[in-house]
């Protein structure tokens, strides 16, 4: 028994050892689709390449397939680890959109300074898989290139240039029409736009509140309470979609939902548009900024959208600190964004909002949902809700954590008040057990420290 044992692990030893000399010769397939994607600069040119070479076998919808594919377990074996790689990171798709998505971005460049990838089985067959630092550095460089190119703010200093974080503009980019902000900010406070006339969406939205009413659930007409936390109104202009499952496309499609929800504002256009187009003063400025007096539901969401472009909360301590302010951070603080960064925090809270770039599901959603004691529902199932593919089931959109100290409770539940007791559950079910590093008490009071740090100004006040 021990000698059949023993020539079944030779035979093993032979096997890998054999496999891995004919990938030396042959090298990581690719599929026509890949090979097919178009390159704009040198410099993604050369990523293109090693990633080609390094990642997309796993990290692609439509990889290329070895020669052992094909031989028994081998071909379920690939398909868990494609399904895997590519939920975490679509590499073919990333460099399909030319680089266009800011968190793929982030969690490419940490995996590559974490060196996590790729997988050991993965390097056992494929010896010469292994990006050297050459390599490394030839992505990260093509990464900061997309990021300064499509993402900075050209405010950071030259230590945080090349950060997945930037500070928030001054303005919102290209300006507003200030006689359409001026309606808007009329129409998001306006009680009118509900049935009964208590509602308006700054009864939810409250600027006085870091956007938000502070509240688990929103309440809606006749007391109604709704079923999912109402996520900050500033800086929601930097959202790639709208509301927790992204049925939104932009801030206008999301101004038209409220007033035809049966639980929030459960009223009609036409009803909105009967008591609007009796206030002669409004009319007159709707006149002015559209060029007519026949109310509609495109104009009055539209003016809404161009106000809350004007709610840019900029110039944090935290936006000091990235601008090259040393003295805008605690060291403790400064050490807290650091740490945020290590432990991979700012991958999907990337960007100037610090989120709002992705939908994210948990690692393990049974476990992270029965850690958390909720049976998931439809605000669990999240992104499938609108997008009806399975595969988004359990995603939500990444919050925003600018002003996080003011925008509490936390969640799209709303279960959670104290950031000290989000940061490890973050950590534990939402980053990938390759990046996951272990938190001490005194990291996750530095992060959360820095957080606390991270509230702007809102038309030069402080939030």
Not at 84 to 105: C, S, Y
Not at 254 to 271: R, S
Not at 316 to 329: M, N, P, R, V
Request: charged share 25%.
């Amino acid at each position: 028994m021990k000698k059949k044992i023993l020539i079944l692990i030779a035979l093993l030893i032979c096997g890998f050892v054999a496999f891995g000399l004919i990938n030396l010769v042959v090298e990581v397939p690719t599929s026509d689709s890949y090979a097919s994607l178009t390159t704009d600069t040198p410099a993604m040119k050369q990523a293109k390449a090693i990633i080609g070479a390094k990642c997309q076998m796993c990290h692609s919808k439509d990889p290329g397939r070895p020669f052992y594919a094909k031989l028994p377990g081998a071909s379920a074996a690939i398909g868990k680890h494609v399904e895997e790689g590519t939920q975490i990171a679509d590499l073919q798709q990333l460099l399909e959109n030319k680089g266009a998505d800011e968190v793929l971005l982030a969690k490419l460049e940490q995996s590559i300074k974490l060196d996590t990838m790729p997988i050991i089985p993965f390097i056992a067959l494929h010896w010469n898989s292994k990006p050297t630092n050459s390599e490394k550095q030839a992505i990260l460089t093509w990464i900061h290139e997309v990021r300064a190119q499509k993402y900075s703010t050209g405010l950071a200093s030259a230590e945080f240039a090349n950060h997945p974080v930037q500070p928030l503009p001054d303005a919102w980019p290209g300006g507003v029409d200030e006689q359409k902000v001026k309606l808007g900010n009329l129409l998001y406070h306006d009680v009118r736009l509900s049935k009964d006339d208590t509602i308006s969406c700054a009864s939810c939205h409250d600027l006085k509140k870091g956007g938000t009413d502070q509240a688990q659930f929103s309440t809606g007409v006749r007391d109604q309470l709704g079923g999912i936390n109402a996520p900050t109104s500033l800086n929601a202009m930097f959202n790639v979609l709208q509301f927790w499952d992204g049925r939104a496309k932009d801030l206008a499609d999301q101004a038209g939902g409220p007033p035809l929800n049966p639980i929030e504002m459960d009223t009609t256009w036409e009803q909105v548009i009967g008591k609007l187009s009796t206030d002669t003063e409004l009319t007159a400025l709707y006149e002015k900024v559209f060029s007519t007096n026949q109310w509609n539901d495109k104009n009055i969401t539209d003016a809404i959208a161009e106000f809350e472009r004007t709610l840019i909360t900029p110039n944090s301590a935290l936006d000091k600190h990235l601008k090259g302010d040393k003295d805008a951070l605690t060291e403790a603080e400064q050490m807290g964004f650091a740490l945020f960064t290590e432990h991979s925090c700012a991958t999907c809270h990337a960007g100037k909002a610090m989120g709002g770039q992705s939908f994210e599901k948990p690692i393990d959603p049974k476990a992270y949902y029965a850690f958390r004691g909720i049976k998931p529902g439809e605000a669990e199932f999240g992104r499938v809700n609108a997008t009806k593919n399975e595969a988004d089931r359990y995603k939500l959109k990444v919050p925003l954590l600018r002003n996080i100290a003011v925008t509490g409770p936390y969640l799209h539940d709303g279960n959670i008040t104290d950031l000290k007791e989000i940061v490890p559950i973050m950590n534990d079910h939402f980053v990938p057990k390759l990046n996951r590093k272990p938190l001490s008490k005194e990291d996750i009071d530095k992060i959360v420290a820095m957080l606390m740090k991270n509230s702007g100004l809102l038309n030069g006040e402080q939030i």
